[in-house]
């Protein structure tokens, strides 16, 4: 469920939003119960899937993030007075 960008990582089909919205459909549905066995898990496998799409998203904000951070953070050598 992932689709290769053009420098070869990877990233997830569904965006965040979607994923995360899915996934609090598929939690509201195994709340209200009345689901077969095996219903409950299809949709608990469903869950665990757009968890991981979630959390490869926030991974993903964090690196550039971190990247982003690091860059605006002056170096040790700088000319820079303080």
Known sequence: MTE???????????G???ARE?????????????????ESLALWERG????RTCESW???ARARLAVAL???TPG???DAPF
């Open 4 to 14: 290769t960008t053009e420098a070869g990582a990877t990233e997830p089909e569904l």
């Open 16 to 18: 965040y939003e979607e």
């Open 22 to 38: 899915e996934l609090n459909t598929v939690v509201r549905r195994l709340e209200s119960g009345g689901l077969t066995l095996k």
């Open 48 to 51: 665990e899937e757009l968890a």
């Open 58 to 60: 926030l991974e993903g």
């Open 70 to 72: 690091a860059e605006d």
């Open 76 to 78: 040790e050598g700088d």
